[in-house]
Protein backbone atom coordinates (compact mmCIF):
# COMPACT_ATOMS: atom_id res chain seq x y z
CA UNK A 1 0.00 0.00 0.00
CA UNK A 2 1.49 3.42 -1.50
CA UNK A 3 1.92 5.78 2.03
CA UNK A 4 1.99 9.31 0.05
CA UNK A 5 0.80 9.91 -3.02
CA UNK A 6 1.66 12.47 -5.21
CA UNK A 7 -0.52 14.24 -8.42
CA UNK A 8 0.23 14.88 -11.04
CA UNK A 9 3.19 13.17 -12.38
CA UNK A 10 3.76 15.95 -14.31
CA UNK A 11 3.08 19.79 -15.02
CA UNK A 12 3.82 22.03 -16.65
CA UNK A 13 3.56 25.79 -16.22
CA UNK A 14 4.70 29.19 -17.71
CA UNK A 15 7.14 31.57 -15.87
CA UNK A 16 5.28 33.72 -13.39
CA UNK A 17 2.38 31.69 -12.90
CA UNK A 18 1.51 29.29 -9.70
CA UNK A 19 2.79 25.68 -9.56
CA UNK A 20 0.41 23.59 -7.68
CA UNK A 21 1.28 20.10 -6.74
CA UNK A 22 -0.86 17.38 -4.24
CA UNK A 23 -0.22 15.38 -2.25
CA UNK A 24 -2.15 12.88 0.07
CA UNK A 25 -1.19 10.39 2.48
CA UNK A 26 -2.80 7.17 4.52
CA UNK A 27 -1.14 7.23 8.08
CA UNK A 28 -2.81 9.41 10.43
CA UNK A 29 0.53 8.88 12.68
CA UNK A 30 2.56 11.15 9.92
CA UNK A 31 3.17 14.65 11.58
CA UNK A 32 5.90 15.61 9.47
CA UNK A 33 5.29 16.46 6.01
CA UNK A 34 8.64 17.75 3.40
CA UNK A 35 9.09 19.37 0.35
CA UNK A 36 12.06 17.97 -1.80
CA UNK A 37 13.68 19.01 -5.06
CA UNK A 38 15.56 17.55 -7.24
CA UNK A 39 17.70 17.89 -10.20
CA UNK A 40 18.91 15.13 -12.31
CA UNK A 41 21.77 13.19 -10.98
CA UNK A 42 21.82 15.20 -7.72
CA UNK A 43 20.31 14.47 -4.10
CA UNK A 44 17.10 16.00 -3.17
CA UNK A 45 17.52 19.26 -1.21
CA UNK A 46 14.68 20.02 1.39
CA UNK A 47 12.91 23.06 -0.31
CA UNK A 48 9.43 23.66 2.45
CA UNK A 49 7.97 21.33 5.59
CA UNK A 50 4.97 21.43 7.92
CA UNK A 51 3.73 19.84 10.82
CA UNK A 52 0.76 18.37 10.95
CA UNK A 53 -0.40 20.81 14.06
CA UNK A 54 -0.34 23.75 11.36
CA UNK A 55 -2.95 24.64 8.65
CA UNK A 56 -0.10 26.58 6.57
CA UNK A 57 3.46 27.16 5.77
CA UNK A 58 5.12 30.16 3.84
CA UNK A 59 8.86 30.31 2.99
CA UNK A 60 9.20 33.19 -0.05
CA UNK A 61 7.71 32.06 -2.91
CA UNK A 62 6.60 28.30 -1.61
CA UNK A 63 3.65 27.70 0.17
CA UNK A 64 2.19 24.48 1.84
CA UNK A 65 -1.24 24.35 2.66
CA UNK A 66 -2.49 21.06 4.76
CA UNK A 67 -5.60 19.69 5.38
CA UNK A 68 -5.37 17.02 8.19
CA UNK A 69 -9.01 15.74 8.00
CA UNK A 70 -8.88 15.00 4.32
CA UNK A 71 -4.79 13.95 5.20
CA UNK A 72 -4.24 16.23 1.77
CA UNK A 73 -1.56 18.91 1.61
CA UNK A 74 -0.38 21.01 -1.43
CA UNK A 75 2.61 22.80 -2.28
CA UNK A 76 2.42 26.71 -4.39
CA UNK A 77 5.13 27.81 -6.10
CA UNK A 78 4.45 30.96 -6.92
CA UNK A 79 5.95 33.46 -9.49
CA UNK A 80 7.14 30.07 -11.07
CA UNK A 81 10.76 30.63 -12.84
CA UNK A 82 12.74 28.54 -15.41
CA UNK A 83 15.06 27.31 -12.69
CA UNK A 84 12.07 25.71 -10.56
CA UNK A 85 11.98 22.89 -13.30
CA UNK A 86 13.35 20.39 -10.92
CA UNK A 87 11.34 17.07 -9.52
CA UNK A 88 9.29 17.27 -6.24
CA UNK A 89 8.51 14.84 -3.92
CA UNK A 90 6.79 15.35 -1.53
CA UNK A 91 6.94 12.61 1.99
CA UNK A 92 5.47 11.68 5.34
CA UNK A 93 7.01 10.58 8.58
CA UNK A 94 6.85 8.81 11.66
CA UNK A 95 9.64 9.94 12.84
CA UNK A 96 12.54 7.75 11.74
CA UNK A 97 11.04 6.77 8.55
CA UNK A 98 10.44 8.91 5.72
CA UNK A 99 7.60 7.61 3.10
CA UNK A 100 8.36 9.51 -0.53
CA UNK A 101 5.50 9.92 -3.10
CA UNK A 102 6.15 9.39 -6.46
CA UNK A 103 7.10 12.56 -7.45
CA UNK A 104 6.23 15.63 -9.39
CA UNK A 105 8.10 16.96 -12.54
CA UNK A 106 7.49 20.58 -12.70
CA UNK A 107 8.55 22.09 -16.17
CA UNK A 108 8.58 25.75 -16.40
CA UNK A 109 8.47 27.56 -19.58
CA UNK A 110 9.56 30.91 -20.16
CA UNK B 1 28.19 24.21 9.05
CA UNK B 2 27.50 20.87 8.46
CA UNK B 3 28.48 18.58 5.40
CA UNK B 4 27.73 14.90 4.14
CA UNK B 5 30.46 13.22 1.79
CA UNK B 6 29.63 10.31 -0.09
CA UNK B 7 31.92 7.65 -1.67
CA UNK B 8 32.18 6.41 -4.66
CA UNK B 9 30.77 8.80 -6.96
CA UNK B 10 30.21 5.86 -9.11
CA UNK B 11 30.20 2.55 -9.25
CA UNK B 12 29.73 -0.29 -12.04
CA UNK B 13 29.80 -3.89 -10.51
CA UNK B 14 29.11 -7.23 -11.71
CA UNK B 15 26.32 -9.13 -10.73
CA UNK B 16 27.25 -11.31 -7.85
CA UNK B 17 29.83 -9.22 -6.66
CA UNK B 18 30.32 -7.78 -3.67
CA UNK B 19 30.00 -3.55 -2.62
CA UNK B 20 30.48 -0.78 -0.03
CA UNK B 21 29.02 2.58 0.29
CA UNK B 22 29.93 4.92 2.44
CA UNK B 23 29.16 8.13 4.08
CA UNK B 24 30.51 10.77 6.28
CA UNK B 25 28.81 13.52 8.33
CA UNK B 26 30.98 16.50 9.70
CA UNK B 27 29.62 19.07 11.27
CA UNK B 28 27.02 17.40 13.52
CA UNK B 29 27.91 15.16 16.94
CA UNK B 30 25.99 11.92 17.09
CA UNK B 31 23.24 12.28 14.06
CA UNK B 32 20.80 10.17 12.97
CA UNK B 33 21.75 8.62 9.79
CA UNK B 34 19.76 6.81 6.61
CA UNK B 35 20.34 5.20 3.87
CA UNK B 36 18.11 5.24 0.36
CA UNK B 37 17.50 3.78 -2.55
CA UNK B 38 15.70 5.52 -5.63
CA UNK B 39 15.73 3.93 -8.76
CA UNK B 40 16.48 5.65 -11.68
CA UNK B 41 13.22 8.30 -12.74
CA UNK B 42 11.58 7.13 -9.43
CA UNK B 43 10.83 7.26 -6.00
CA UNK B 44 12.62 7.18 -3.04
CA UNK B 45 12.46 3.93 -0.99
CA UNK B 46 14.47 4.69 2.89
CA UNK B 47 16.17 1.31 3.67
CA UNK B 48 17.93 1.85 7.11
CA UNK B 49 18.31 4.24 9.96
CA UNK B 50 20.76 4.65 12.45
CA UNK B 51 20.14 6.31 16.23
CA UNK B 52 23.93 5.46 17.59
CA UNK B 53 26.83 3.70 16.49
CA UNK B 54 26.60 0.33 16.51
CA UNK B 55 23.06 0.09 16.11
CA UNK B 56 21.07 0.01 12.68
CA UNK B 57 17.37 -0.27 11.95
CA UNK B 58 16.28 -1.83 8.69
CA UNK B 59 13.00 -0.19 7.13
CA UNK B 60 13.21 -2.22 3.60
CA UNK B 61 14.54 -5.64 2.60
CA UNK B 62 16.57 -5.40 -0.33
CA UNK B 63 19.58 -7.72 0.37
CA UNK B 64 21.44 -4.97 1.37
CA UNK B 65 22.83 -4.81 5.46
CA UNK B 66 24.32 -1.41 6.63
CA UNK B 67 27.09 -0.86 9.37
CA UNK B 68 27.39 2.09 11.50
CA UNK B 69 31.31 1.57 12.34
CA UNK B 70 31.84 5.01 13.84
CA UNK B 71 29.60 8.35 15.01
CA UNK B 72 30.08 10.13 11.87
CA UNK B 73 30.08 6.91 9.43
CA UNK B 74 27.66 4.98 7.91
CA UNK B 75 28.08 1.61 5.72
CA UNK B 76 25.82 0.07 2.94
CA UNK B 77 27.11 -3.27 1.24
CA UNK B 78 26.06 -6.38 0.27
CA UNK B 79 28.17 -9.35 -0.45
CA UNK B 80 26.58 -10.40 -3.64
CA UNK B 81 25.11 -7.80 -6.50
CA UNK B 82 21.65 -8.44 -8.09
CA UNK B 83 20.85 -6.75 -11.26
CA UNK B 84 18.00 -4.76 -9.23
CA UNK B 85 20.23 -3.30 -7.30
CA UNK B 86 21.09 -0.50 -9.62
CA UNK B 87 20.33 2.54 -8.83
CA UNK B 88 20.83 6.04 -7.18
CA UNK B 89 21.98 5.25 -3.45
CA UNK B 90 21.48 8.20 -0.97
CA UNK B 91 22.52 9.02 2.76
CA UNK B 92 20.91 11.62 4.67
CA UNK B 93 21.32 12.97 8.20
CA UNK B 94 19.14 14.42 11.11
CA UNK B 95 19.64 18.03 11.40
CA UNK B 96 16.93 19.41 13.85
CA UNK B 97 13.98 17.61 15.22
CA UNK B 98 12.85 16.18 12.15
CA UNK B 99 14.43 17.47 9.18
CA UNK B 100 16.53 15.15 7.24
CA UNK B 101 19.01 16.08 4.65
CA UNK B 102 20.93 14.24 1.56
CA UNK B 103 24.05 13.64 0.41
CA UNK B 104 24.79 14.19 -3.37
CA UNK B 105 24.35 10.34 -3.89
CA UNK B 106 26.35 6.98 -5.25
CA UNK B 107 24.91 6.17 -8.61
CA UNK B 108 25.55 2.04 -8.72
CA UNK B 109 25.40 0.30 -11.96
CA UNK B 110 24.99 -3.44 -11.88
CA UNK B 111 25.99 -5.59 -15.43
Known amino acids: QQQVRQSPQSLTVWEGETAILNCSYE??????FPWYQQFPGEGPALLIS?????DKKEDGRFTIFFNKREKKLSLHIADSQPGDSATYFC?????????FGSGTKLTVEP | AQTIHQWPVAEIKAVGSPLSLGCTIK??????LYWYWQATGGTLQQLFY??????VESVVQLNLSASRPKDDQFILSTEKLLLSHSGFYLC??????????FGPGTRLTVL
Open chain 2, 92 to 101: AFRGGSYEQY
Open chain 1, 50 to 54: ILSVS
Open chain 2, 50 to 55: SITVGQ
Open chain 1, 27 to 32: NSAFDY
Open chain 2, 27 to 32: GKSSPN
Open chain 1, 91 to 99: AGSNYNVLY
